[in-house]
């Protein structure tokens, strides 16, 4: 879920796995079929324009249709249980999602600090863990960091950014969730 461009989908597809692809942006799943088509890919991703918020039941994937079912950073939705139960749903062996686990990425926190700016530190991996046990599930989370490439419109930009440091190394925290499904079969 939120397959983006195919980052994963088109490894995942070009290590023999069959892959359905969804994501909300018809955009990004144009840039996807691109994709697609360039790696001779079409027999093994089916890709899906599906919302968090849309009913599942009516345009997304059926339930147990894969083995595993994840959301790598793009868990983005008002109904955060929704969400995960939906995953659960769709999954016959494991479930995972990929969530922030400091600040935005949008940000540099170590920065802001700097600056005396207050920046927002996110806890919704937290409100997961704790859905996931409501839900009769025993989620294992491990922590893992990302180093951040910022790019600018023009050099110009970037050096007008970077030129109040003298050196600086950009990190976001994820926590990585994964569970066994709960749901049973539907009939």
């Keep these: 879920m939120g397959c983006g461009a195919g980052s994963i989908a088109i490894p995942l597809a070009q290590a023999g796995h069959p892959v359905i692809a969804a994501d909300f942006s018809p955009a990004m799943l144009g840039t996807l079929d691109a994709g697609i088509e360039y790696y001779g890919l079409e027999n093994r991703i089916t890709p899906l324009e599906l919302a968090w918020d849309d009913d599942w039941d009516l345009v997304g994937p059926v339930a147990k249709a894969v083995d595993v079912a994840f959301a790598s950073r793009s868990v983005t939705t008002t109904n955060l249980k929704g969400a995960l139960a939906k995953l659960d749903r769709t999954a016959r062996r494991r479930c ?45 989370v491990t922590y893992f960091e990302s180093h951040r490439r910022d790019t600018f419109d023009s050099l110009e930009a970037g050096v007008a950014d970077f030129s109040r440091m003298l050196e600086h190394v950009r990190k976001v925290r994820w926590a990585f969730i994964a569970w066994e499904p709960v749901s049973a079969p539907s009939s």
Aim: aromatic content about 8%; charged content about 5%; glycine content about 6%.
């Design 96 to 140: 995972a999602v990929t969530m922030v686990a400091n600040s935005s990425p949008r940000y540099d926190l170590h920065l802001m600090n700097a600056i005396g700016a207050s920046v927002t530190c996110s806890n919704g991996f937290v409100y997961a863990f704790n859905i996931l046990i409501q839900m009769g599930a025993l989620p294992q």
